[in-house]
């Protein structure tokens, strides 16, 4: 199951599996382009591994930097249901 995290200005989607049992987590980031269709890159945490399409060298430095940002709190979230569910405990 991938849970909702952020939804940026340009439409991209950010969004998280729950932790899995060798406790690592899948980030996802997805954005619409009017050329390709869509472009994506698939994080692992916490090795930070990264499958990457579409998307250029600047816009994914935004996205790694944005995922660290972010790791301790996905990570957190993935046990607990997600963003929402952890909103309303």
């Not at 050329?35 to 600047?58: I, N």
Request: charged share 25%.
């Amino acid at each position: 199951m991938m849970y909702p995290y952020l939804t940026l200005n340009d439409d991209t989607e950010i969004t998280h599996s729950e932790m899995k049992p060798d406790g690592r987590v899948k980030v996802y980031i997805e954005t619409p382009d009017l050329k390709d269709g869509f472009h994506d890159a698939t994080c692992w945490l916490p090795d930070y591994s990264w499958e990457v399409h579409g998307y250029s060298e600047s816009e994914m430095a935004y996205f790694r930097q944005l995922i660290r940002d972010n790791a301790h709190l996905i990570m957190e979230f993935s046990q607990e249901g997600g963003i929402l569910s952890a909103a309303n405990s």
